[in-house]
T-cell receptor, first 114, second 112 residues
Framework: KAGVTQTPRYLIKTRGQQVTLSCSPI?????VSWYQQTPGQGLQFLFE???????NKGNFPGRFSGRQFSNSRSEMNVSTLELGDSALYLC?????????????FGPGTRLTVL | AQRVTQPEKLLSVFKGAPVELKCNYS??????LFWYVQYSRQRLQLLLR??SRESIKGFTADLNKGETSFHLKKPFAQEEDSAMYYC??????????????FGTGTKLQVIP
């Protein structure tokens, strides 16, 4: 089976712009979770989607949003970018949910905000 | 609220020495706990979960509810164990569903 893929792998944006990141889960996986990884804060949970519905949301401002499509692919959007949004954004897929099943991580999208 | 604390950012041990990576958690219910590992230039991957009570690559972890800890141990470190290790907890989030919280990670460096 192909692993989790994320596009693009690298992004450079300027403050105030918006960005959309994409995640394709492993075939058959219905849950997709998103995380922000920074050197100072480590891995922080953004949200989890299951069958096109958001299950849980972390403590991030409303500028961070996401969605999941019927084929389980997921997108994450960040509007009005700030310098502090520079990070590695990871998505992970699992069969039925991150809490009960093994999560398989993608390679991440490295976002740099100038 | 759920929280995972990994007190050491870096742990250096000599090859053949015992390893203990510390993880403490805060959660009011019964948590499910995991250890994830990220080797250099590889993706984050699951190492083990407490519910399966298995030993992976010589590593074990025991859930101690009294001390709210889930330390990762290995009796004899190997060079290939050098990696970043993350402890994670699955618990009920605000939305009523389970969510996973990660610690900040500990970098294990095994010195030849």
């Amino acid at each position: 089976k192909a692993g989790v893929t994320q596009t693009p792998r690298y992004l450079i944006k300027t403050r105030g712009q918006q960005v959309t990141l994409s995640c394709s889960p492993i075939s058959g996986h219905r849950s997709v979770s998103w995380y922000q990884q920074t050197p100072g804060q480590g891995l922080q949970f953004l949200f989890e989607y299951f069958s096109e519905t958001q299950r849980n949301k972390g403590n991030f401002p409303g500028r961070f949003s996401g969605r999941q499509f019927s084929n389980s692919r997921s997108e994450m959007n960040v509007s009005t970018l700030e310098l502090g949004d520079s990070a590695l954004y990871l998505c992970a897929s699992s069969l039925e949910g991150a809490s009960t099943d093994t999560q398989y991580f993608g390679p991440g999208t490295r976002l740099t905000v100038l | 609220a759920q929280r995972v604390t990994q007190p050491e950012k870096l742990l250096s041990v000599f090859k053949g020495a015992p390893v203990e990576l510390k993880c403490n958690y805060s959660y009011s219910g019964s948590p499910e706990l995991f250890w994830y590992v990220q080797y250099s230039r590889q993706r984050l991957q699951l190492l083990l979960r407490h519910i399966s009570r298995e030993s992976i690559k010589g590593f074990t972890a025991d859930l101690n509810k009294g001390e709210t800890s889930f330390h990762l141990k290995k009796p004899f470190a190997q060079e290939e164990d050098s990696a970043m290790y993350y402890c994670a907890l699955s618990g009920r989030g605000d939305g009523g569903y389970q969510k996973v919280t990660f610690g900040t990670g500990t970098k294990l460096q095994v010195i030849p």
